[in-house]
């Protein structure tokens, strides 16, 4: 929890924060207007029908910080930045790790 906290206000910079913490890991949701300062790796983008007309987006990332695998959602309303989701995972919790987009065709 706190190498969220502080990968936020090192790399995002915000002050409106919320965290959430359930059986899979923690979650850390920041209300900003600006980008990560850091290099981060995206795996994969989803718009809804009415969202590709308004810019609306989520972008699915993943980074390393400290030996800690943290996942990342870029949230996209009117093509601007507004939030970013910081996720761990719990010790245990079954994941793919790194994450890659899923091919539907292929389950």
Do not use: Q
Request: aromatic letters at 14%; charged letters at 30%.
């Amino acid at each position: 929890m706190d190498t969220l906290i502080y990968y936020a206000n090192t790399f995002i910079g915000s002050e409106k924060k919320r965290m959430h913490e359930d059986e899979f890991g923690c979650h850390l949701f920041v209300l900003t207007r600006k980008g990560i300062s850091r290099n981060i790796r995206c795996f994969d983008e989803k718009k809804g029908i009415i969202g590709r007309f308004l810019g609306n987006k989520k972008v699915f990332c993943y980074d390393e910080y400290n030996g800690t695998k943290i996942a990342i959602t870029l949230i996209y309303r009117f093509s601007s930045l507004r939030m970013v989701t910081l996720t761990t995972f719990k010790k245990g919790v079954d994941i793919k790790w790194p994450p890659t987009k899923e091919n539907p065709s292929k389950k």
